[in-house]
DNA sequence: CTGAAAGCGCTTACAG
DNA sequence: CTGAAAGCGCTTACAG
């Protein structure tokens, strides 16, 4: 390996005046600057970035942990923080947790020395029992995509959830809708608050009997607890998922039944995945500014380890909006 | 930030003991070794891993590149390349190419120094014109997911699309189809060929004229495609696809065009991605054994970086194999 | 089993 | 504008 010893001999100066040159924190003459760039080129030298990093303290290189990759929410997630990361000169450390607690407990423990400059911490599954591991951690940790209540310590930008449930409720009211059911994957859903929030809103109520829990927030798990749902409320002329993938298997569990889509029922959803613009038929969903998120944290995280202090703990949410398509009609 | 001088002196021992204790290499008095590890809770000590990498000269680290992560196929290569880095006590360092020359010269530009002990190139897109800039790299390279001819200099460890082509076609020979359309989303697909090779064992033939280029390997493009290809030879009663999204959108095509699949048409496709199963009908499909194939890969460049070694640059080929759902049927 | 020394390849003040 | 020195925090032989 070639280092910057090789290139000063070659160049005849001191690695100091290579180190110059390469910084361009320190006016060089230009000649001398003219010869040890020959050099480097001629010997093929590339700087050693560990080298770089002890003597610097910083790695340029930021920690992302998401709960899978494999989903299109965070993989969108990971191209855009791994953008915007580059824009800023840094690179990209994937953790993704599979949101076990003991994998992602593992992973934390692996960063928490000088390898990473920030953390990104991206879906709260798994993870935020580990928190504390963070505390006295030198670098800035900020959450993002976090549904649930996010300890107050670390900066997050994530999304109005409870507003996106609203939108696809005051969606359904709209359109004239009373008696809806919803599909939810998580008990406490802020998205849940949300949509019932929009019926109170017009005096009506969504009743806890409404609600009905999918096992897994997959395929199978809304084919399921749609069958559940319309069996418990036939007389319902709408339908609620939190998720697209639950919505896409109601409208399986619909069509199983006879039920026409949306002639005979409604269905809006939430998260507008592409899969939502494959079924059929193409699903009214919230779409959510994960990107702009994405960007945003990672802004606050550069911010930060350039401002050589911990991001200050403040709290950004960014609004959904509602996609009408096909899936959704007014009642009749 | 404390370090192992502080931990030694707390301990009353030099940080080589410290350091001892830690590696495991060099055997420590018991007593020692307890007075060294309180030390090290009391005061809450971590390795600093980017100096123990330039000391080491191994970062334990691997780059992954992969031309994006919002495909089933790769988001699993991702996960799975992680988890067996993991095994091994390897991170994951991510750079998406997106398809982009430019972007996968700038990323690989910046993994050439030290950050990285191994690079693992995963799908050929962008990729290959950049190749060369690997050559005199010191760390192990592998290939994986290569569906062009792959450079010899590098070990390569792919899946054989062509026999995945072939399965699709045995599938449909033996089903009895033998008038069939085909749609390519890249012109010269080896699946295309497998395909082909099916046919001319039965001694038939699958003409030029009967394969389509769909403008992008998109659902969209699959609709486009499938419709021409209907329009230009409607008396075919199997279509093959060489990607599932290209054969859901023949599912739509197929729809609108009044066919009923498998019944006028059948169609097989290849990939096997989540969006196949979820396809009405549930697509035919060549499922791939990419989850082998990056524990292979990450299995060699481990071998290489303990071996101290490049990777010998031999050739394995995965095979697929072929699942069969409820998009085709036998020709009646 | 433990300690003194040198070195990994850079950067950062600090003289000249 | 250029060079000599110290240091980043570890590991690796090598004595004792």
Redesign the interface.
Known sequence: ?VTMQDVAERAGVTKQTVSNVLSGRVAVRPVTEARVREAIAEL?Y??????R??ATGS?R?VGMFVP???T?FY??L??EA?DAL?EHGY??????T?RDGERAR??LA?L????VDALLIAGDQGLTDHLPLLS?T?FPVVLCAWETPAPARFPVVTIDYEHGGYLAGRHLRRLGHENVTVLASPAHDPRVSGFRRAFAEDGLEVPDSAVHLASEPS?RGGVSAAEEAMRARPSATALFATHDVLA?GAL?AARDRGYSVPDDLSVVAHDDTP?G??A?PTLTSVALPHREMAREAIGLLVGAIEGGQPAEPRRRLLLPRLIARDSTSPLV
Request: glycine share 6%.
């Open positions: 390996m093929g590339v700087p050693n970035l560990v080298a990093s002890l790695s290189t899978t990759v494999s299109a993989a969108d990971v191209e791994e580059e690179r990209l450390l994937l953790c993704t599979r593992r992973h692996g928490t020395s000088r390898s006295r030198r395929f896409v399986e899969g613009l494959l059929r």
